[in-house]
């Protein structure tokens, strides 16, 4: 695959200070297919000087042109959209049909509401007698996951260009092929030499050179929950602004009223997608004991039609993490009907779609996150019962509700303590704001709400 030996820093593509490099592996037949350079301190460094000195510019260009610009984006990732998906598909190892539709379409609709939002939102406002200014909040070292390589690029670059930041990108090292595509899309798109920047590198490097830098002013994160802890002290350590987008273990709860067979199905189809590599999937599904064996039977049903279609996990260090905790769910007890821990192929990082009955709440599958396709069915009692361990993690990032009357639905669901979620199956709206309760995190992404997390307000009285 075609790959940069560079960084992408003030409109070029400049060699790296060292000399290291990054083998990127295709996670379908374990061969690398690429190598990218691993940054270090002193490319960070680079970065965020190039970005500070581009900031006044950037953030002084009317909203109408920053728009401009990221239509122009948009448009480019339009155009690219083959490349991409199969890029994504390369390095991730998603299937085609999923890199197409969603790490393709979704960055499309999010770099398009953007590009709206800027040319519409009110950047200043009269309050009695003071004019109240949203103004950018500077340099942003953006640093992001490999589960959705281009969606979660997208949705912080876009916003913070619409907000007129300036912006240092460290993306995965599992995926930095997509991020190099992305770069050539800025580029492409006209955006002015300085406004995004991007380093690839190690997280415990790069990453946190750019998160521990004095020269950036917010640091956006989204990844696991330990490194997301250790950026948010060390931002708090410097005063510095913060969003922590971090891991889920969400409930999908199915009320006795509900269309049983559809909130199934749904259910183990939201988490096999992607593998089941997605922060927000439902990988608790919560049945009421009069359901509980039909629900079993459905799940293990759904899950073994999925068979081949399901694409491998990211990286070997994913793969035996993912079969360590299906291993463990055995030992604890937990009911294998469908998948387990053998691995399917003799080559690739595969996993088979795995559903766990007899599921207890305290079990370590019901607590912490797999980000594999595992599933696992929890009885209760009550609709109280139902609510204590929708709610009974650290986390809370999403969420599913089922019932046959959509007022019942929607009482569950505000007493869940999770940032989102979807009644009878709703769909995903990239406007809707997206982030975390606990420790799934703090801030929100997309829409108006993900804007804001990038202005800072100024107030002049009159
Ligand atoms: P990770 O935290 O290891 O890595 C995420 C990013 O942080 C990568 O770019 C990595 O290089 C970097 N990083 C690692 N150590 C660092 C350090 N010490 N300082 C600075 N940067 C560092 O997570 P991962 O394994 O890549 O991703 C999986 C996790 O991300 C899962 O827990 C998942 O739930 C979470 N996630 C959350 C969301 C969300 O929106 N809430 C989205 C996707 C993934």
Redesign the pocket.
């Known amino acids: 695959m075609k790959a940069h030996n560079g960084m992408y820093i003030d409109g070029a593509w400049r060699p790296a200070a060292g000399r290291d490099t990054i083998a990127v592996v295709n996670p379908a037949d374990e061969q690398v297919i690429a190598e990218v350079p691993a940054g270090t301190a002193e490319d960070v460094d680079a970065a965020v000087r190039v970005a500070r000195a581009a900031l006044p510019a950037w953030a002084a260009t009317a909203p109408a042109e920053r728009a401009a610009r990221i239509a122009a984006l948009r448009d480019v990732l339009v155009a690219r959209k083959d490349e991409i998906a199969e890029t994504v598909t390369a390095e991730l190892g998603a299937p085609l049909p999923f890199s197409q539709a969603v790490h393709a379409g979704v960055p499309v609709l999010v770099a398009g509401s953007y590009a709206e939002r800027a040319a519409s939102y009110a950047f200043e406002e009269k309050v009695g007698n003071s004019t109240v200014y949203a103004e950018p909040v500077g340099v942003v070292g953006a ?6 390589p281009l969606h ?1 690029i997208v949705a912080k670059v876009a916003p913070a260009l619409a907000a007129g930041c300036t912006v240092v990108l ?5 995926t930095p092929l997509t991020a190099q595509l992305f770069a050539e899309a800025v580029h492409e798109a006209g955006i002015p030499a300085g406004v995004f920047n991007l380093v690839t ?4 490097v ?3 050179a ?2 521990e830098h004095e020269g950036v002013d917010l640091v956006s ?8 802890k ?2 948010g002290a060390t931002a708090g350590a410097a005063v510095k602004r913060v969003a ?5 273990k969400s409930a999908n709860v199915i009320l006795p009223s509900a269309d049983l067979a559809k909130a199934v199905a749904v259910g183990v189809a939201n988490v096999m997608g992607n593998s089941g ?4 999937a439902w990988t608790r599904m919560l049945v009421h004991t009069s359901q509980y064996d039909e629900a079993v039977a459905l799940a293990a049903e759904a899950a073994a039609k999925y068979g081949d279609r399901i694409g491998p996990l990211v990286n070997a260090k ?1 793969h035996a993490r993912v079969r360590g905790y299906i291993e463990q769910g055995v030992a604890e007890g937990a009911r294998l009907v469908a998948g387990g821990p053998e691995a399917p192929r003799e080559q690739g990082y595969f996993v088979s779609p795995t559903v766990f009955a007899d599921v207890t709440p305290e079990m370590t599958i019901a607590q912490e ?1 797999i ?1 594999g396709p595992v599933v696992s069915i929890i009885r209760y009692e009550d609709e109280d019962d139902a609510l204590r361990i929708a709610n009974g993690t650290v986390y809370g ?1 999403a969420g599913a509700v089922w019932a046959g009357d959509e007022a019942e639905a929607v009482a569950f669901a505000r007493r869940m303590d999770t940032g989102q979620v979807d009644i009878n199956g709703g769909r995903f709206n990239p406007l809707a704001p ?3 309760y606990k420790q ?2 703090i801030g929100r ?1 997309l829409g108006s709400h993900g804007l804001t997390e990038y202005l800072q307000t100024k107030s002049l009285q009159f």
Do not use: H, M, R
């Open positions: 640093i992001t996951p490999w589960n959705y979660q460290k993306p995965a090292e599992d590198g190690l997280g415990p790069a990453g946190q750019l998160a994160f989204t990844g696991s929950t330990a490194v997301g250790q950026i922590l987008e971090l891991g889920g590599q997605t922060c927000s994913q996150e980000f990032l997206f982030g975390g799934s995190g992404e």
